[in-house]
């Protein structure tokens, strides 16, 4: 034993001077060498040639990596296939027969039989605002108030809650209650309440005089002189500056609002226009385990605390890339979660076609106004700069022919780097021939909200006339010059896969809505799990994330919708109805 240690103390000398070899040849005739002088020490020939059992434990090793966790048997997913969708490491391993992904299980793989289902990828509400969505279901919900009288009896009903600290916030009223209503006459109907009304596109609101004496400082300048009516950009300056809700009692409400989510069959939600305080509770819900929904978040690049943070983020960046290191979107905190990412940056460039402050190209059928583009071309470029050296996505919200046609300037007049991201269109409900030409070919996702048409029946062909209304809420049309996904901008409109996806398929024509542009079934179900990042949908394949839904038929456009049966993010099961057999081990292979 000491012989074999006095032989071994040179060799690792030998092996720290040599450890920046001139050559491969020098590398390679001083191993020889050191393997003649010391042939008789085991322990060093052991390291430079391993024995013939440490090379098959290495090999059993690496093929229980690449074994599946989870096997789908007798899988019924697409138009008519079957087969099994082997599942390892959040990734789709192999999906054929039986032998062909045979060579995928191992000892401690789960075979589960699901021939009583239909499988799909897990499907994207590629629009929703989470924030919202969590207070709605604590706040007061306006959507069915008819008038002021309906109104103060709701007020009245939750002046003693304050679920919100020192305010509280009233979504869901109809443009015509928006109109009637001012600062003095919510101090009318209940007086010294303080509250926000909101109107049901989010882009108006009204403040009481009691909410108004809570901007102090800095802060007042937000409100001074409005008599409490704000729209667009000033109504998402005051709110920022109001102060946020308490973490304590808006968790419960995002969980309720997450668990809702997956039940209908969503795996991911793309939040828009997030602040750093939801992200952060969102991070904590991830991070004690209680969150199974994958949140991809788009920050509010209109706030300068989220500028800052982006432009600190791409500074430790660059120190990064100087090593050629890849690196991916992570969270604000923490190593960078499983399910909460941050993947980009939400702009506004215009308002509502409720409201009137959409953009368009000349003045509304019904007033003499045109809306008005919130940021200019270089503002946008800027920004799209910002998102690209971070690694981000820029999302646009452009709802107007005027606003759209400005995402089409802009993108064709920069030069981007080299595998940047695709920008995102939000909405892009009105767009003009000679601007859906201009989109051709550009590096784009249109995030449409199909149910949108449908909500905006009553005032749409007056805001628009009859010409823009031909142009208006477009699908099959923009399906032919981007990457198009669906998402519901909840809680402004219902988030329901299958409405959506039947409302594209044929409601748009049966509805009243642009029969032109109703999209064949398979290509509207498309647009329910679509990969923005990538620009392209997703689908069961080798080498796709193991996002899956397994439902309870194949959906019908005229049936029953479907309910989920399984659902399966990144590979872990998190949602199982108590219906489906419980799955199987493989049984242990005896090593060789």
Not at 321 to 328: I, P
Not at 377 to 393: H, K, M
Not at 565 to 589: F, K, Y
Request: glycine share 10%; charged share 25%; net charge positive.
């Amino acid at each position: 034993m000491s012989s074999c240690l006095q032989q071994q103390r040179p060799g690792r000398r030998v092996a720290a001077r040599v450890g920046r070899p001139r050559s491969g040849f020098r590398l390679a005739g001083i191993s020889v060498a050191l393997l003649a002088t010391l042939g008789g020490c085991k322990t060093v020939r052991d390291f430079l040639i391993p024995p013939a059992s440490v090379q098959h434990a290495r090999l059993r090793s690496s093929n229980e990596r690449d074994r599946a966790a989870l096997i789908l048997r007798n899988a019924n997913f697409g138009d008519g296939q079957k087969g099994m969708v082997a599942i390892g490491r959040g990734t789709i391993l192999g999906v054929g027969s039986e032998a062909e992904v045979a060579h995928l299980i191992g000892p401690g793989t789960k075979l589960r039989d699901v021939r009583s289902g239909w499988l799909s990828p897990g499907f994207v509400d590629s629009h929703v605002h989470l924030d919202g969505m969590a207070m709605i279901r604590d706040g007061i919900d306006l959507r069915a108030i008819k008038d002021r009288t309906e109104l103060k009896k709701r007020l009245a009903e939750a002046a003693e809650r304050r679920a919100f600290g020192s305010w509280l916030w009233a979504f869901g009223a109809s443009k015509s209650l928006i109109d009637s209503l001012s600062a003095d006459r919510l101090d009318e109907l209940v007086p010294g309440l303080p509250v926000w009304v909101s109107a049901a596109d989010g882009h108006e609101a009204v403040l009481s005089r009691e909410l108004l004496g809570l901007f102090r400082g800095s802060a007042k300048g937000a409100v001074v002189g409005t008599e409490g009516r704000l729209s667009g950009t000033q109504a998402r300056a005051a709110w920022r500056l109001l102060e946020a809700p308490s973490r304590a009692r808006i968790k419960p409400l995002l969980l309720r609002a997450m668990r809702e989510i997956g039940a209908l069959g969503y795996t991911t939600v793309h939040s828009l226009g997030v602040s750093m305080d939801l992200l952060k509770m969102l991070i904590d819900l991830e991070n004690t385990g209680r969150l199974h929904t994958r949140c991809l978040l788009y920050l509010d690049a209109d706030s300068q605390r989220v500028r800052k943070w982006v432009q600190a983020y791409t500074a430790r960046l660059r120190n990064r890339t100087k090593r050629r290191d890849r690196f991916e979107p992570i969270q604000l905190l923490g190593d960078g979660g499983r399910l909460v990412k941050v993947v980009g940056l939400k702009l506004w460039l215009d308002g509502s076609l409720r409201a009137r402050t959409a953009a368009l190209t000349s003045n509304y059928a019904d007033a003499p106004i045109k809306g008005a583009l919130h940021h200019d071309d270089d503002d946008i470029a800027s920004t799209l700069a910002l998102a690209d050296a971070a690694g981000l996505q820029l999302a646009l919200h452009a709802i107007g022919d005027a606003a759209v046609a400005q995402v089409a300037r802009v993108l064709r007049a920069t030069k981007r780097p080299a595998g940047a991201l695709p920008v995102r269109i939000e909405h892009a409900q009105i767009v003009s021939p000679s601007t859906l030409a201009a989109l051709r070919g550009l590096p784009l996702v249109c995030a449409i909200q199909p149910l949108h048409e449908r909500d905006d029946k009553s005032f749409a062909r007056a805001r628009l006339g009859d010409q823009r209304m031909s142009w208006a809420y477009r699908a099959a049309s923009l399906a032919e010059v981007c990457t198009v996904t669906s998402g519901s901008d909840a809680p402004v409109s219902v988030s329901d896969p299958w409405q959506m996806w039947r409302y594209l398929a044929g409601g748009k024509r049966t509805d009243g809505g642009s029969s032109s542009e109703v999209m064949t079934a398979q290509a509207a179900f498309e647009t329910l799990a679509v990969d923005t990042l990538a620009g392209r949908p997703l689908t069961v394949r080798v080498g796709a994330p193991a996002d899956l839904i397994l439902w309870s038929a194949k959906p019908t456009l005229d049936g029953p919708a479907p309910k989920p049966l399984l659902t399966i993010i990144d590979g872990e099961t998190v949602q199982i109805d108590g219906s489906l057999p419980p799955p199987r081990v493989a049984p242990s292979v005896p090593r060789q």
